[in-house]
Each structure stands twice: as C-alpha cells, then as structure tokens.
C-alpha cells in the first residue's frame, strides 16, 4: 500500500508538473501574442507618420517648384521691360553677379552651420522660408510700385523664325537640370558625398558668377547674343 501511495503522489507530482508547463507556456504565447499586437500597432503609426512626412514633404517641394520656376521665367523679362536693348546685357549681368552676391551669403551662413552643427534640413528650410516671406512683404510693402512704360505680353506666342532658340532653350533646361539639380542629389545620396562639400562647391561657384557676370553682359553687349551663345554651347560641347 505504501509503495502504492508513492507511485500514485509521483504521477500526480509528474501530471501537475505537466500542467504547470502547458499554462506556463500558454502565458508565453500569450504574452508573444501581446508583443507582437503591439509591435504592429507601432508599425502602423510609424506607417501614418511617415506617410504624413512624406505628404508634406511633396508638398512642400512642389511649392518651391512652383516660386522657383516662375521666379526664373519672369525675373529677367521684367527687368527687360526697363532696359533698352543697349544697355540690357551689361545691367542683366550686374543683376546677375548681385544675385550671387546673395547666394555666396546664404551657402556661407548654411556652410558654417554645417561645420558645426548636425543637418537639420526641417530648420534650415523653415529658417530660409521665413526670411523669403518676411523679405516679399518688406518689399511689397516699401518699395514703390511703377507704372509700365512699355505693356506686356501676358500671352505665350511662338515664331517660326526663332525655332532654334527654343531648341537650344530646351536642350540648357535639361542640361540645367541634370547638372544643377540631380547631380548634388547624386552626389550626396548615392556616393555619400559630404553635404557642406557640396555647399562649398556651389559656394565657389557663386563667387565666379558674381565676378564674371558683369563681364560676360559687356561681352554680350559687344559681340552680340548670337556669338555670345554660341560660344557657350561651344564650351558646353
């Protein structure tokens, strides 16, 4: 009988201890089950934010597009329309070395902070949105506004005549594109190039245009716009 009453306590022992392991692992996957409920649900919202990232991200580059692009159609037809075509070359120029003029300033603030602080590309475009707003409204509001001496086009018209400006005009934006545009992006995302190099680079740039522009609009003003360009795209070639 006592030998009997052992086996019977072992086996429960044994048995109890065979429950104790299933709930145990029961509880296991329970909480595996829970981990991974809340891995998903930090995965979805770190889905939402990025996707909500990205939208203002879009936007707000097609918003630059849209200034950049109407900014670079319009900046030089209304400054023609105060020039007359002797003095328009030489005085474009001059516009064009005080536009990088402000560029070398702007790339030499960026510079700097970039040697010193870490990329915060949020700060850096707020920080330079905010000044182009503040800079518009001070000028709206300040500087006088002219009547038109000589009315404008407002509509888009083309000439037979003038068909291989339009090629050479086309066949500069893509090369302005590539070159400009998708060449520091390449440099920078694809080969690791180092941001401020770049900044640097477009910095030493700058300084050249604000010497040569004036130079090359007297040029233009006497060889002509047709040999003035195409020596250009000679040199491009």
């Known amino acids: 009988k006592k030998i009997e009453k052992k086996k019977k306590k072992k086996k429960e022992k044994e048995e109890k201890g065979k429950r104790e392991i299933v709930r145990k692992g029961g509880i296991g996957e329970e909480k595996k089950r829970k981990k991974l409920k809340k891995k998903k649900k930090g995965k979805g919202k770190d889905k939402k934010e990025k996707n909500t990232r990205e939208k203002r991200k879009n936007f707000t580059t097609v918003l630059m597009s ?123 995302e694809k080969f690791g190039f180092p941001v401020e190099n770049v900044v640097l680079m477009t910095l030493v740039n700058s300084a050249m245009t604000f010497w040569l522009a004036p130079k090359i609009g007297a040029l233009i003003s006497t060889i002509g716009e047709r040999r003035a360009l195409t020596l250009e795209y000679i040199g491009l070639i």
């Open 66 to 188: 849209i200034g950049f692009h109407y900014l670079e159609t319009l900046h030089s037809s209304l400054s023609l329309q105060w020039l007359s075509k002797e003095e328009a070359p030489k005085l474009l120029g001059k516009l064009l070395s005080v536009k990088a003029f402000s560029n070398i300033a702007v790339l030499g603030a960026i510079y700097l902070y970039l040697m010193y602080f870490p990329a915060n590309y949020n700060l850096i475009y707020m920080l330079a949105g905010g000044i182009i707003v503040a800079i518009a409204i001070y000028c709206s509001v300040v500087i006088p506004h002219f009547d038109e001496k000589v009315p404008q086009r407002k509509e888009l018209f083309l000439r037979k005549q003038y068909w291989l400006y339009y090629a050479l005009t086309f066949l500069a934006g893509a090369r302005r594109q590539i070159f400009v545009v998708f060449a520091g992006f390449l440099l920078v």
